[in-house]
């Protein structure tokens, strides 16, 4: 899955081309829009904790640099002299495990605190009252959706696109 980003000028326009989105297939699960603070988004999409905020990415870091650490230090654990080979890979495997899981978590709570790093760019024109449309497409259908968007849409641009969705939220 690939994450696109739309910016639109108004609640009308987004209505537009939610709608389009849905006409495409694109199922109301993957579609998520985010406005200025207060705005009512009536029956659009809003976009949850998962994509404001920096919780997925942050997970996937903690979890790759805890497990890194967990196994330096069964490795050192495992270097000392009273280890044997059948304690030592227990040691190093739960060295690795343990770290990982607590390093998830840990950068979690942190990523779940900060905004999204992806998001902070078109802050100010969310703040200015435009409407931020994040849309989770199969790679085989970034560009037939980017087409339809355009078709209906000529002035709507294209901001950005993540070359990888996490495939949970």
Not at 8 to 17: A, C, G, L
Not at 137 to 164: A, C, G, M, Y
């Amino acid at each position: 899955m690939r994450r696109i980003y739309f910016l639109v000028p108004n609640r009308d326009t987004t209505k537009h081309v939610v709608d389009k989105l849905l006409l495409a297939r694109v199922q109301d699960k993957h579609i998520h829009v985010l406005a200025k603070r207060g705005t009512p988004l009536e029956d659009l999409p809003e976009a949850n904790l998962l994509q404001k905020s920096d919780f997925i990415p942050a997970i996937e870091q903690g979890f790759a640099l805890g497990g890194a650490t967990g196994m330096l230090a069964g490795l050192v654990a495992i270097a000392l002299p009273p280890a044997s080979t059948v304690v030592a890979g227990g040691v190093l495997l739960a060295c690795t495990l343990g770290s990982a899981a607590v390093g998830a978590w840990l950068s979690g709570m942190v990523g779940m605190s900060i905004g999204n790093r992806r998001i902070k760019e078109f802050e100010d024109a969310i703040d200015a009252g435009h409407f931020l449309i994040l849309v989770d497409v199969p790679f085989d259908r970034v560009e037939e959706i980017k087409d339809i968007i355009k078709q209906q849409i000529p002035e709507l641009e294209v901001e950005e696109t993540e070359p990888q969705v996490p495939a949970f939220p």
